[in-house]
């Protein structure tokens, strides 16, 4: 079990106070998607939060998070190498295209060229090549939600944690997307979580639905 | 460990205050081994009693602080009821730090050269009246201090608004005014029923912090205020300053009357506290709705832009005094000369030096401390959490100590207790008290946007295994650069106006240009003075301009980085 691949949510329950927000008993394989949903204030997003590594102290979560086969509560944020959407894309202001991408891009690779065309082919893939220079407050909101992803992908993250990262995009931009996001879970082999609260979204992931917070 | 970080760095910013008290307290009670009292009496305050005018001293700066305090709320109240929303608001916003970057000195000097029988004002009135010489009038300097007072009011002003501004935004005031209006009030009620109570709330300690400074001010008071008698906090710097070192109980006596001045001061604030709720209860009851509020409009504006218009035709006196030559009563303009500058240029190097070195260290320390500071208030809820976070309330009391106690009575305590301890006045001596007031400035301007920063961009930063150090430095950082520096610049022009620290720390050896332009006053050189106040002016216009200029140079390509 424990050497299983893939991210196990075992018995995990998370409270504030006496009030139980949420509990949790899933696995998520590689390349699978696990939709949470659940009404605003159920702690979606609290549960993203505690695998990310961000729970805030006054809430106490019992049971456990392994990726991979690894308790990831002794480890800091910075060494779970579980990469984070949100809803906005949130791409550094003072930094361009470009250099908000060095900075997510895994330090193993070494030498400037090397980097900068690592950089240069992740905007390629998602149709932004040349956007190396350009100021990311310039982008559109499907612009910048494909550079926000190519980001987290080249730290080489271990999973995924999407908080309801399509629901400001519009229809048209959302599927495309969406099937941007998750065609890169399946690709890479790795677990993803994703809170939402629009079933199409849940219908788009394709895998396990979980409810948290009142009746499903 | 991080409680222990925040709790010494609120000690450090206490520390001097409490030891400063501790300072008077003592020699006043006659207590004071190095200059032979070893035995309490109560000698130093019967002497105190018997200096002839200390009564009508200390009621003179109850008075004018007092005064200077609620004249200037209501100015500020005034021009906020009247105009926040409109453009003119907007424009008097950019203002702002101009206005606030003059130091008190200087814009005391500035105003006094405004408004004396032989300047431009009676100059203009010269012509029609008649008159060929200033005429006899005690117009700076008026013995019941109403120059001081108004002199106070044009300083504190801005500086109040720049609180209230940024107070405004909880109070939702578009909201509130929409809400208010729809229920048919006009403008200024409903401004003043529905959003300065709690914009005031917010802003309670600031305007105490006016109040004591206003009823203990040394170098305004110098230049603008009465000198028969002067207030008491210019006599108790006087005793402080003699070489005489007895005068030290008489001084420390004094200093624990202008405590009790200051209290009294706040109390009686309290009780205009309640005289201000009274009169909005009773508004709300009577629920007049002022709709007929076009004239009060164009009224209540006025003296805040007055205030504004004062400052900086004063500042422009400085300019033509400074070049000034020959310049006989009704002329409207002096022969040109640089004499006066040539003068400067001889003297103020190192004078100008001092400043710089004290303002620069002073600031860089505090600067060090109050990261330091915000970081461990930050990282005690957890690592990169969204809770919102605020300054403690018992740091928040700490770091408003120095602010809220009178500079003059603790600052001779610190004096008297560096003599009793036999240390030498030396820089670092001076940039140690120059820091008890750079600090918390520094402090309160950068908490705000320390903590509003997003969390999620630190989150995205570790999920991308950034190291913390890494996120600091590439992330928070670089994000409030602009804010980092403002708080940088309004740190150094807290320094560069500091008179009194300099003046009874450096005891007289370490001369800075703010002191040397109030001596300088006293001594009736006009031309040269304003030289002095000029310089001591520009250098936190400088750095004030270059926080502006730095940010918007770096980020001059990212769109996401203008300020809001």
């Known amino acids: 079990m424990t050497d299983a691949a893939g991210l196990a949510l075992d018995q995990l329950s998370i ?78 202001p003072h930094l361009s295209v470009g250099e908000n991408l060095l900075f997510g891009l895994h330090p193993k690779l070494k030498g400037r060229a090397a980097r900068r065309a690592a950089v240069e082919a992740a905007l390629a893939e998602v149709e932004l090549a040349g956007f190396f220079d350009r100021d990311p407050a310039t982008l559109s909101g499907g612009q910048q939600a494909r550079v926000a992803l190519q980001r987290s992908l080249l730290a080489e993250p271990r999973a995924l944690l999407l908080d309801e990262p399509f629901s400001r995009l519009d229809a048209a931009l959302k599927s495309s997307v969406r099937a941007l996001v998750f065609d890169a879970v399946r690709r890479r082999a790795i677990p993803a979580i994703l809170v939402t609260h629009d079933p199409a979204d849940a219908e788009a992931a394709g895998g396990p639905v979980v409810t948290i917070g009142g009746t499903p | 460990m991080r409680s222990i970080l925040i709790a010494g760095i609120a000690a450090l910013l206490a520390a001097p205050v409490l030891i400063g008290l501790a300072g008077v307290v003592l020699p006043a009670v006659g207590y004071f081994p190095a200059l032979g009292g070893d035995a309490l009496s109560l000698q130093p305050f019967r002497d105190l009693l018997a200096v002839p005018g200390i009564i009508p001293s200390a009621l003179l700066s109850l008075a004018t602080g007092l005064a200077a305090t609620l004249l200037s709320v209501l100015v500020v109240v005034g021009f906020c009821a009247a105009s926040w929303g409109t453009a003119s608001f907007a424009a008097m916003r950019r203002l702002l730090a101009p206005l606030l970057a003059i130091p008190h000195a200087a814009a005391a000097l500035g105003l006094a050269l405004l408004i004396a029988p032989s300047g431009p004002l009676f100059r203009l009135a010269a012509l029609p009246l008649g008159l060929d010489r200033p005429p006899d009038l005690l117009v700076v300097g008026d013995p019941l201090g109403l120059s001081l007072t108004a002199g106070l009011v044009a300083k504190e002003a801005p500086f109040l608004l720049l609180v209230a501004l940024a107070a405004l935004p909880q109070a939702k005031p578009a909201r509130r005014l929409r809400l208010a209006r729809a229920l048919g ?380």
Request: with cysteine.
């Open chain 1, 15 to 92: 409270a504030l106070g006496d009030r139980t927000l949420l509990v949790v008993d899933h696995p998520v394989g590689p390349g699978e998607v696990l939709t949470v949903m659940g009404p605003s204030g159920s702690g979606k997003s609290t549960l993203l939060a505690h695998v990310g590594g961000f729970l805030d102290p006054a809430f106490r979560a019992r049971g456990t998070v392994r990726l991979d086969g690894q308790d990831l509560a002794p480890l800091p944020p910075e060494r779970r190498r579980v990469g984070l959407l949100f809803q906005d894309a949130l791409l550094f």
């Open chain 2, 185 to 564: 009030y006009g403008r200024v009620v409903a401004f003043l029923l529905t959003v300065w109570p709690t914009v005031y709330r917010q802003i309670r300690l600031p305007v105490l912090a006016v109040l004591a400074f206003a009823s203990s001010v040394v170098d305004v008071a110098l230049i603008l205020g009465p000198s028969t008698p002067p207030t008491l906090a210019v006599r108790l710097v006087g005793w402080m300053n003699d070489p005489d070192l007895s005068l030290r109980f008489l001084a420390s006596a004094a200093a624990l009357l202008q405590l009790g001045v200051t209290l009294a001061a706040v109390l009686l604030w309290l009780g205009v506290e309640r005289v201000g709720t009274r009169l909005l209860r009773a508004a709300i009851h009577g629920g007049r709705r002022g709709t007929a509020d076009r004239v009060v409009r164009q009224v209540l504006p006025l003296p805040f832009r007055l205030g504004a218009l004062a400052l900086g035709l004063g500042t422009a006196m400085l300019l033509v005094w400074s070049f000034a030559g020959y310049w006989p009563f009704p002329s409207l303009l002096p022969s040109l000369s640089m004499h006066n500058w040539m003068r400067a240029a001889a003297s103020a190097g190192p004078p100008l030096r001092t400043t710089l070195l004290v303002a620069a260290m002073a600031t860089f320390v505090a600067l060090v401390l109050v990261v330091a500071l915000l970081k461990a208030i930050r990282a005690r809820g957890g690592p990169m959490v969204e809770t919102k976070t605020h300054l403690p309330p018992a740091l928040l009391a700490a770091v408003y100590l120095p602010l809220i106690v009178p500079q003059v009575a603790f600052l001779s305590g610190l004096q008297i207790a560096i003599i009793a301890l036999g240390w030498t006045p030396g820089l670092p001596l001076l940039v140690a008290a120059h820091l008890v007031f750079v600090a918390p400035y520094l402090l309160l301007s950068l908490a705000d946007p320390w903590f509003a920063l997003d969390p999620r961009y630190e989150r995205i930063g570790a999920s991308l295994g950034r190291s913390r150090p890494a996120l600091f430095l590439r992330l928070r950082l670089p994000l409030l650069l602009a804010p980092l520096l403002t708080a940088c610049a309004i740190g150094f022009a807290v320094s560069v106006g500091q008179y009194l620290p300099t003046l009874l720390i450096g005891a007289g050896r370490l001369p800075t240009i703010t002191t040397e332009a109030v001596a300088l006053a006293a001594g009736g050189n006009r031309g040269l003075t304003a030289a002095y106040a000029l310089l001591q002016t520009a250098l936190p216009c400088l750095v004030f301009a270059l926080a502006l200029a730095l940010p918007a140079l770096r980020h001059r390509r990212r769109r996401g980085m203008k300020p809001a």
